[in-house]
């Protein structure tokens, strides 16, 4: 089981650089590192992301996020998947492991060439990451990383293809 953070409205005005606020997504098998939010967009299931799709961060913080909103990259959003990568087969390697992993793949990933083709300053990092029940139950392997500001974002940040 994952400790779960509050997430309070006011994570908004936090500095957002860096952050990293694990939400527990036990139906989807994934972790979503960030949270806040609005709503409005289509619901779809953590596992029907793709590189390219803007969404929404939750509402409110849960112990189980399974869904998030899909809006257009070009109206307001909190995060855009900017790539994704599997994790090496084999047993749970520990939720630590995963999200060591994934925070330094994801990290380097927006720092690097997102933020460099999007001309957008202030980027962060979050993922999905998969949880052990998803790991041994759907072979989930995959992490999804996102890239977020400390503002909406109103345009994509990556080509769906070039992820």
Same mark, same amino acid.
Request: aromatic share 6%.
């Given at each position: 089981? @994952? ?17 990293? @606020?694990?939400?527990?997504?036990? +139906? ?9 939010? %609005?709503?409005?967009?289509? @619901?779809?299931? $953590?596992?029907?992301? %793709?590189? #390219?799709?803007?969404?929404?961060? *939750?509402?409110?913080?849960? &112990?189980?996020?399974?869904? @998030?909103?899909? $809006? ?12 994704? =990568?599997?994790?090496? +087969?084999?047993?749970?390697? !520990?939720?630590?492991?995963?999200? %060591? ?5 994801? #990290?380097?990933?927006?720092? #690097? *060439? ?7 300053? !202030?980027?962060?990092?979050? /993922? =999905?990451?998969?949880?052990? &029940?998803? /790991? ?6 995959? $992490? ?11 345009? *994509? ?7």
């Amino acid at each position: 089981a @994952v400790a779960v953070a509050a997430v309070l409205a006011a994570l908004r005005l936090l500095p957002l650089a860096g952050l990293a @606020v694990a939400l527990l997504a036990g +139906a989807a098998g994934y972790l979503l590192t960030a949270a806040a939010g %609005r709503g409005g967009g289509t @619901v779809v299931g $953590v596992h029907d992301l %793709r590189i #390219g799709d803007c969404y929404q961060f *939750p509402d409110e913080a849960a &112990e189980a996020v399974a869904t @998030v909103e899909t $809006v257009p990259c070009t109206s307001a959003h909190d995060a855009e998947v900017v790539t994704a =990568f599997d994790l090496p +087969a084999g047993d749970f390697p !520990g939720e630590e492991e995963v999200q %060591r992993t994934a925070e330094q793949r994801c #990290g380097a990933f927006v720092a #690097g *060439p997102v933020t460099a083709a999007a001309g957008v300053e !202030g980027l962060a990092a979050d /993922w =999905f990451a998969p949880t052990e &029940e998803g /790991w041994d139950l759907d072979g989930d392997r995959t $992490v999804l990383c996102g890239a977020y500001a400390d503002r909406p974002l109103r345009a *994509p940040l990556v080509d769906p293809g070039g992820g």
